[in-house]
């Protein structure tokens, strides 16, 4: 059972292709927006994203390519009604791992999310490595070497957000917009807090820190520290 985006804005397509995937036996979250698609992927993991290439506003490929940018590794179905060459490899090219033509076959679109969904690590992001640690995001563990590293859950979800954004600098405002929920109490001081204690967690004695502080603009995490 897997965690899917959906973003279509015809709803018959969308009543389509909610009833299979519930059938089977995935959670579907379907919004008609690519700009609710965006906001949604800010907060939560899904396991696949299904895009609609042609949307009002923000296209499926300007989701796609905004995800992958901020390091996105979601597998990724772009549907279209378009069939040109071209087309097709600017959708690949943006970070879609596969892609649709409509109308399409129900047992197609099934038989190619199964693919999606098995496919290993590279796309699915399970485990996550740098800076000589290793998450598996799945279990909820981090390890260097063989040692096991107890994070408390906030703790864990900002390391994970700086793993998958490894040296890019992020204020303590876009922390706290992206690993924070909405109405969960935070300021620039509880970032200090929790990346201090990240440190104490993580570092090595005698060794740079993993986390860097930008002084004036925020912290990045080394991967080759
Ligand atoms: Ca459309």
């Known amino acids: 059972m897997a965690k899917i985006l959906l973003v279509e804005d015809e709803p018959d397509f969308t009543v389509l292709i909610t009833a ?76 879609a791992d596969d892609y649709l033509t409509k109308p399409f076959e129900v047992k197609e679109l099934s038989a190619r999310i199964r693919a999606l969904l098995r496919r290993p690590t590279a796309f699915s992001g399970k485990n996550l490595r740098a800076g000589g640690l290793e998450m598996d995001v799945a279990n909820h563990t981090v390890i260097r070497g063989t040692e096991v590293i107890q994070l408390l859950p906030k703790e864990f979800a900002l390391l994970e957000f700086f793993l998958r954004h490894t040296n890019q600098v992020f204020s303590p405002d876009t922390l706290i917009d992206r690993v924070w929920l909405a109405g969960e109490e935070a300021s620039p001081e509880t970032i200090r807090t929790y990346i201090k204690r990240l440190r104490k967690k993580l570092d090595v004695e005698g060794q740079p820190s993993l986390f860097s502080t930008v002084h004036g603009v925020g912290y990045k995490f080394d991967s080759q520290a």
């Open 20 to 95: 299979l995937l519930a059938s089977d036996h995935h959670t579907v979250e379907a919004v008609d927006r690519g700009e609710a698609a965006v906001d949604l992927l800010r907060h939560y993991e899904f396991d696949c994203l299904i895009l609609d290439w042609n949307l009002p506003g923000m296209s499926g490929i300007e989701v796609c390519k905004h995800f992958r940018e901020g390091g996105g590794r979601t597998p990724i179905l772009m549907l279209t009604s378009r069939s040109h060459v071209d087309e097709k490899s600017a959708g690949l090219d943006a970070g």
